[in-house]
């Protein structure tokens, strides 16, 4: 995936400088031409050559045709990326929705369990009570019986 990103960057980037060479030379052509074509279309003085607006508007057009493919591809190589990491992110989010509610059940199901054991270990424990105070109980029959059957004899 990185090498395709870096390919595609390499691509634009050759792209963009053939274009700006190619604008360059387009220019430097467009004025040679007018040059040789119609010398007064210059004047010449303390600044540099300045080429009126008539050839100018045409170099113009061009360089900003130019510019704007040049944003075109841009964006679309930027936003080619971000769409893909904006899409991951929806996803990312829908499964931690989806975990949330899930871990929320799991959490309500184990609490329900708890309870359920605590009452059934205080069942349990109630029942070892019960079974305690039965023997007890026995006990202390036999001990009142066994009294009552000496207390009979004597």
Partial sequence: MKREKASAMEDLESSLMRMAQEQQQASLRARDRAVLANPSFYRCGNKALEVRSCCGEKAKKV?????TRVSELLVDTVNGGVEGAFINEKRIEIEIRTMIATVMRYTKQTNQWLTMSHAMNSALKEIGD????????????????????NIHKA
Avoid: G, H, Q, R
């Fill in 63 to 67: 360089a900003l045709k130019t510019a």
């Fill in 130 to 149: 019960f079974e305690n105070w039965m023997k007890t109980m026995e006990y202390d029959c036999n001990s009142v019986n066994a009294a009552l059957c």
